[in-house]
């Protein structure tokens, strides 16, 4: 198994940027995909974007196509979204999720193992 932490999350304007990071325990990080999912209050988890084990293939979702970018170093166990020309739209909580599973998935059930979640907030 694998612990998860997020971090880097906050208030920024409308237009600004943030980086939020997921810290992962352990030493076969390189065995997990990864994702980003987000849920707002009231509203359902939906998926931002995943990465392969290797960091070769990347996916988003069409909401932060262009504006975001996901990433991972193996050597430091850490997976990053990076997050630019941020809207209020964007305004949730983020999420860092993990899974051994060969099957690309874009929804919360494909994944295993979770973090606490960071919050982001996007001021008009």
């Known amino acids: 198994q694998v612990q998860l932490v997020e971090s880097g999350g906050g208030r920024v304007q409308a237009g600004g940027s943030l980086r939020l990071s997921c810290a992962a325990s352990?030493?076969?990080?390189?065995?997990?995909?990864m994702a980003w999912f987000r849920q707002a209050p009231g509203k359902e988890r939906e998926f931002v974007a995943r990465?392969?084990?290797?960091?070769?293939?990347?996916y988003y979702a069409d909401s932060v196509k262009g504006r975001f970018t996901i990433s991972r170093d193996n050597a430091k166990n850490t997976v990053y979204l990076q997050m630019n020309s941020l809207k209020p739209e964007d305004t949730a909580v983020y999420y860092c999720?993990?899974?051994?599973?060969?099957?690309?998935?874009?929804?919360?059930?494909?994944?295993?193992?979770w973090g606490q979640g960071t919050q982001v907030t996007v001021s008009s």
């Open positions: 999720a993990a899974t051994q599973r060969i099957t690309i998935a874009t929804s919360s059930n494909g994944y295993d193992y």
């Open positions: 990465i392969s084990r290797s960091g070769a293939i990347t």
């Open positions: 352990g030493r076969t990080f390189k065995n997990y995909a």
